[in-house]
């Protein structure tokens, strides 16, 4: 079931009775289709500090065709006829804070921001570069770069009508690595994501021969692929080129084999939470395939239900799924060396799992512990050069959430940021994003897609 109360509020009559009552007024977000332009018009970004990713942020936006802008210097009324000068629009605002050393630096943020954020299109996108606080040089330095996480996330929530901002915290060293993440960042395939904070690593990028199809020649598996969040996993991954294997339950075969179809991909039926699972995956890839390059652990359910009162019997089900079998097929197809070098594991995780919630113990120890893995698996795959990541939806709207009781179904909604539910696809694309070759810096991250809910921030 879609967001009415969002298509009800895009609505003429809608929009007036929302404004007349004060209510959420969730912007219409721009979501990306192919062929679409990186911006829709210029970055204005900020040389104020003395960056040392400037430069890099320039080459980038020149290859995408993107105008880049530096602050002009105000024109004089006289110079202008006497009249005020007509403010330049931007697609988005960048601010490359890596020179950023002290509390009087960050006063660069304050004025860059306050002067140019008018100038922000709707569905704008603002995008703050830093240091990780660890490599910065001094306490004093680490304590600004830290302050820029609190300053952008701030920032995200206030600049409404569809833009979102992000802190990308550049590795000395990665800086050659930005391309993918600033490309996924300010285009229209990240429209639900906002306030996040993402590290970057120095590692040996390989360049996608053509953006729009940055995974062709990958194969890639994606469980719970027969609806929700993990078919529309397929379908993004396989627009951006990939060869897909889609997994699912026995019982949803009909609604698999659709999926399988539409993508060009293979089905395989099975009960992922048997132990005998792996062993069948690792058969059907190295029998078709001969290997998988990107693993998407999606498959996953809930048995809501408090502690006092939770089965043994519900309390294993959603810890062998959501969790165990996620170890034991991923143990497995490294143990057969069908994961290649730059290879991508993606776990979806949820926001219950960073936050907690009442009702899901088991659930939130499962997402927890997808987290644990994403972060465990990141260094120790590092020397494989394989990237493991988890992703945490907020509110999608999916089969899962349509079985939620209506007053915290519309809850859920509109608890970020945006004010709307995300959809699948805003998932998928987070993916897609690192799973792409372009993401070989990004590892052991949790990437948020949820509007920056107030849960879990
Ligand atoms: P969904 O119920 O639509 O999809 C889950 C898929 O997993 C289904 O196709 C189901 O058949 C499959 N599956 C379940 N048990 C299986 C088993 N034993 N073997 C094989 N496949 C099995 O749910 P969704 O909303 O698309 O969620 C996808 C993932 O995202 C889940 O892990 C979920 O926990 C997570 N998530 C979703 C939301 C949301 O708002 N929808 C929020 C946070 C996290």
């Known amino acids: 079931m879609g967001d009415r109360y969002a298509s009800f509020a895009h609505s003429g009559p809608g929009r007036a009775l929302v404004r007349r009552f004060g209510l959420p007024e969730p912007p219409r977000l721009h979501r990306y289709t192919p062929g679409d332009p990186l911006l829709s018009g210029p970055a204005l970004i900020s040389t104020a500090t003395g960056g040392r990713v400037t430069s890099m942020i320039s080459q980038v936006l020149s290859a995408a065709g993107v105008e880049r802008v530096a602050p002009a210097a105000p024109v004089p009324a006289q110079a202008n006829g006497g009249r005020p000068d007509r403010p330049r629009l931007h697609a988005a605002l960048i601010f490359d804070a890596t020179g950023v050393t002290d509390v009087e630096s960050l006063r660069g943020l304050h004025d860059f921001f306050r002067t140019h954020l008018s100038s922000l299109y709707p569905n704008g996108r603002v995008l703050v570069l830093g240091l990780p606080p660890a490599a910065a040089d001094g306490i004093g330095a680490a304590a600004a770069q830290e302050a820029l996480t609190g300053f952008t996330r701030s920032l995200a929530k206030e600049l409404g009508r569809g833009s979102t901002a992000h802190l990308v915290q550049v590795t000395p060293g990665a800086e050659e690595n930005l391309a993918g993440t600033l490309r996924f960042l300010l285009s229209s395939r990240s429209a639900y994501l906002s306030g996040q904070v993402l590290h970057l690593q120095p590692a040996q990028v390989t360049t996608p021969a053509d953006w729009h199809r940055p995974l062709a020649g990958k194969v890639a598996l994606v469980t719970g692929a027969a609806g929700g969040i993990g078919a529309a996993t397929a379908e993004v991954l396989a627009r951006d080129g990939a060869e897909l294997v889609c997994a699912d339950q026995p019982g949803h075969g ?31 890839l190295a029998g078709q395939y001969g290997q998988v390059d990107i693993v998407v652990h999606n498959a996953g359910i809930t048995r809501d239900r408090q502690l ?11 810890l062998e799924l959501d969790l165990a079998a996620v170890v034991r097929i991923t143990e497995g197809l490294l143990d057969d060396g069908l994961v290649p070098e730059q290879g991508r ?10 936050a907690g919630k009442a009702g899901q113990t088991h659930y939130a120890a499962a997402k927890a512990g997808l987290i644990g893995l ?35 179904r519309e809850f859920g909604r509109r608890m970020n940021s945006l004010s709307q539910a995300g959809r699948p696809g805003d998932v998928a694309e987070a993916i897609a994003w690192l799973a792409s070759p372009g993401s070989a810096g990004v590892t052991g991250q949790v990437v948020r897609v949820c509007g920056q809910s107030i849960i879990g921030a």
């Open 254 to 284: 009909d609604s698999l084999a659709a999926v399988a179809n539409r993508v060009g991909g293979t089905a395989l039926q099975l009960d992922l939470a048997d132990p005998a699972a792996a062993q069948r995956i690792n058969e059907h």
């Open 308 to 318: 006092a009162t939770l089965s043994g019997t519900d309390w294993q089900a959603v």
């Open 345 to 354: 594991i993606v776990m979806v995780s949820s926001l219950a799992g960073l």
């Open 374 to 408: 994403a972060r465990a698996w990141a260094p120790a795959l590092q020397p494989r050069e394989v990237t493991a990541n988890a992703v945490v939806p907020g509110f999608i709207d999916t089969p899962l959430t349509a079985q939620l009781p209506k007053v915290p």
